[in-house]
């Protein structure tokens, strides 16, 4: 079992920053990847960006290159989004999840993941 709680979200000014955190507890930090995931209002859940278990690789959607960075500190049990140059249209319910079996990078894919988090809201305003 592994329980994921999001914080950081907030009402942000566009071209702001804002830093999301991702606790997690339960299973061994390090021993399984993981992703941070949006939606918005009517909109499916989309990829944001994924690290391995060590933090050694990450990728990101294109939409968020150069803006994002996503971390992982093993010994805190915490992974991280730093969001830099926020657009009104990053606006959403930014959720973190849990892959338990990939080796390297987690999925795309939410299906992929096996825990999530509960949502953190993050609002841009224009």
């Known amino acids: 079992q592994v329980q994921l709680v999001e914080s950081g979200g907030g009402l942000v000014q566009a071209g702001g920053s804002l830093r999301l955190s991702c606790a997690a507890s339960?299973?061994?930090?390090?021993?399984?990847?993981m992703g941070w995931f949006r939606q918005a209002p009517g909109k499916e859940r989309e990829f944001v960006s994924r690290i391995s278990k060590s933090g050694a690789l990450t990728s990101y959607a294109d939409s968020v290159k150069g803006r994002f960075t996503i971390s992982r500190d093993n010994a805190k049990n915490t992974m991280y989004l730093q969001m830099n140059s926020l657009k009104p249209e990053d606006t959403a319910v930014y959720y973190c999840a849990a892959d338990l079996d990939t080796y390297g990078l987690p999925p795309l894919s939410s299906a992929g993941y096996d825990y999530w988090g509960q949502g953190t809201q993050v609002t841009v305003s224009s």
């Open positions: 339960g299973r061994t930090f390090s021993s399984y990847a």
